[in-house]
């Protein structure tokens, strides 16, 4: 059916319905166990926003509060989908998934931070991504070793 036979406004409201999927990394969506709950969670939590949006009568705003959680069950169905689930670690020998390392950096700060899959990373919460370039140099690293971040050295103080 034609835009003008429907009670959209303008085709710029029909536009603001479709929102574009959110971009998926193209590295391998490694995740924790807890990691993969939260996907199923976040999952189901955007199936239930569409779900109440389809309740509302008027189909222009139906349409626009359904846009956000309609994209959202793309992106977290694909994360579902693809997940591959990492057991944690029982060495401490060296960094790995799943590993929360402690290092100090050359000005004195302690950092402790917990090596996680892309969509459960919170450096703010003490969780990086394995693909963040810290976490990529201190992989398969050691208890004293260092590497190099932008011109700063880290040295591993700790690994649990």
């Known amino acids: 059916m034609s835009v003008a036979f429907t009670k959209e406004d303008s085709a710029e409201t029909a536009s603001e319905t479709l929102l ?31 779900e109440a949006a389809q309740t509302i009568e008027d189909v222009n705003e139906r349409r626009r509060q359904a846009a956000l959680p309609l994209r959202d069950m793309r992106y977290f169905a694909a994360r579902v989908r693809t997940a591959q689930v990492i057991a944690a670690t029982t060495s401490t020998d060296t960094v790995a ?41 201190l992989l398969n690293k050691a208890v004293g070793d260092e590497v190099t971040v932008s011109g700063q050295n880290l040295e591993i103080m700790s690994i649990s």
Do not use: C, M, W
Request: aromatic letters at 6%; proline letters at 8%; zero cysteines.
């Open 20 to 50: 574009p999927d959110r971009p998926i990394s193209p590295h391998p969506n490694l995740v924790t166990a807890a990691g993969l709950k939260a996907l199923e969670h976040q999952l189901q939590q955007a199936r239930e926003a569409y």
């Open 97 to 137: 998934f799943g590993s929360t390392v402690t290092f100090r950096r050359d000005d004195g700060r302690v950092q402790t931070y917990r090596i996680v899959g892309e969509d459960e990373a919170d450096p703010k919460a003490g969780s990086i991504s394995f693909v963040s370039p810290v976490a990529r140099l």
